[in-house]
């Protein structure tokens, strides 16, 4: 199945266009035309979205699930072609694309069956007590109800997966909620045939078109009117810190302000303990290598950060991870602009006095190598500028003087999506004093292994304390991530006849 993009924006059903163009930049192949999202657009979306929200956002659980489990086969309908353009757009291999559809449509399977199971509403009832003294207690109940319009960020790392109907999209869905994506301008097409799927979902399952709109982007002025927008409620975001500490600006300075659940990336590091280095170093070594260039180092579970005692065991870690590294194939980055960004971190990181290169390699265009460099604890925690994220297949080793010095840096690191822990059974006494401070500054921690890849499940979170993401509350993996698009009401003493349908059993 081939697929030609018409460049278009879908708004409540209808295929729109706009004066304004860009241009795609494919990684092979002339760019292709696409109309660029603006205000109007945006205003056209979010009040079909209103309208629908009081169908949608009151219709059963299981209409729900089934237009979930809709949207999936239309996407699995479309896989063939969505390959296709995914990987001219992006660069991804296919395999990589045709995985993440899976882990896409996995997930909107999921929360339909999360939904059918009904335990995400966290009902709760105090019966009425009406001879308590010194007062009678009413008859109380609780449920969580969708909030309404909700806006979603396509992210430019995971043309599928948190895009189009990635995670933001099908947990809003799930929760009763309308969405109006922004699409990203890495990968428009996909974005547009991933819109159709939906489309084509509505249509079949009955729906109002008001559901779900696509809008794309082309300027900067498409995403402030949608974070602004009276008649939005919640927004989710993956991408930059730039991009995303500036969205959430704007949603806190709103008359109304509304929740940003924004993902805005981490340095996810890595401590390496005395035992596990003493059994495994090399091996250690060359797991990270492969972890930190996996996908050109373009996930946001990306390990940039390895922290490790000085002595003969980090010296075999090193050589095993430059090994493996130097030995590392060139891998297309998604755009030009994280190319940019990517040796623009490069330079930053490679100028500081106290910091020495490991590694060396190229970055021309969008083809990027890895790149290592090595610090000392003191160093790291006198210059924060070393903590900031470096998007790509980037790594700096900490080399502390001891164990004291390696609490010292777990306690000067910002907030993370993950940390991760390489231990065997004789440093149990180590990890235990890393632990509390760990939890204090991740949303995930890890015993070995690494943490480049995030299992969609009941007990998965994705997020962490700030600036790893805007709202330490939430994930925007699993199925707990239905609960940022609800709010909790309590009905008292109402009649049965007029409570929600969820709280009549």
């Not at 969609?456 to 709202?471: F, Q, W």
Request: hydrophobic letters at 40%.
């Amino acid at each position: 199945m081939t697929f030609t993009p018409h460049g278009k924006h879908l708004i409540a059903g209808d295929w729109v266009a706009a004066d304004a163009k860009f241009t795609s930049t494919p990684t092979n192949g002339a760019g292709q035309e696409f109309s660029a999202g603006n205000a109007d657009l945006v205003d056209a979306a979010c009040l079909a979205a209103e309208e629908a929200f009081w169908d949608y956002g009151y219709s059963s659980r299981e209409t729900r699930a089934a237009f979930l489990n809709a949207i999936a086969d239309e996407i699995e309908a479309r896989g063939d072609a969505i390959t296709e353009i995914g990987t001219l757009e992006t660069g991804l291999p296919a395999g990589r694309l045709q995985g993440e559809r899976g882990r896409t449509t996995g997930q909107l399977r999921l929360f339909a069956t999360e939904i059918l199971k009904g335990d995400y509403l966290d009902k709760r009832l105090d019966e009425a007590l009406p001879d308590r003294q010194p007062a009678p207690r009413p008859e109380i109940r609780l449920v969580e109800r969708p909030i309404g319009p909700v806006a979603v960020f396509g992210a430019s790392n995971f043309p599928l997966a948190f895009s189009t109907a990635g995670g933001d999209t099908a947990a809003a869905l799930a929760a009763g909620c309308p969405v109006v994506v922004k699409g990203h301008e890495a990968h428009p097409g996909t974005a547009e045939i991933v819109a159709e799927a939906i489309h084509a979902a509505i249509k079949s399952c009955g729906l109002h078109p008001g559901t779900f709109s696509m809008i794309h982007g082309g300027s900067y002025e498409v995403g402030g009117a949608l974070v602004t927008h009276p008649l939005i409620n919640a927004v989710g975001f993956t991408g930059s810190f730039r991009g995303g500490k500036a969205l959430f600006d704007l949603c806190a300075q709103r008359d109304v302000p509304i929740p940003f659940f924004g993902e805005l990336g981490s340095i996810n590091p890595v401590f390496l303990l005395p035992e596990a280095m003493k059994a495994r170093a090399a091996s250690i070594g060359a797991g990270w290598a492969g972890s930190l260039t996996m996908g050109a180092g373009q996930f946001c579970t990306n390990p940039g950060v390895v922290v490790t005692v000085e002595g003969a065991e980090t010296d075999a870690f090193v050589d095993a991870a430059v090994s493996e590294l130097a030995n590392a194939p060139a891998q297309i980055m998604l755009t030009e602009g994280i190319a940019d960004a990517y040796r623009a971190g490069r330079d930053k990181i490679a100028a500081h006095a106290g910091v020495e290169e490991l590694l060396a390699s190229s970055c021309e265009k969008r083809d990027a190598t890895p790149y290592v460099y090595i610090t000392t604890g003191k160093e790291w925690l006198s210059n924060k500028d070393l903590a900031h994220e470096v998007f790509g297949p980037l790594g700096i080793v900490i080399k502390v003087k001891d164990q004291d010095e390696m609490l010292a840096v777990a306690h000067g690191f910002d907030g993370q999506l993950t940390c991760t822990l390489q231990m065997d059974d004789g440093d149990m006494k180590v990890a235990g004093k890393l632990l509390p401070v760990l939890e204090r500054k991740a949303g995930r921690i890890l015993a070995n292994g690494f943490p480049t890849g995030v299992e969609v499940s009941s007990a998965m979170v994705h997020g962490g304390p700030y600036p790893a993401s805007t709202n330490f509350g939430a994930t925007s993996v699993g199925t707990m991530a239905i609960r940022r698009f609800l709010r909790p009401v309590s009905y008292q003493n109402l009649p049965a006849a007029i409570l929600p349908a969820d709280l009549k059993d």
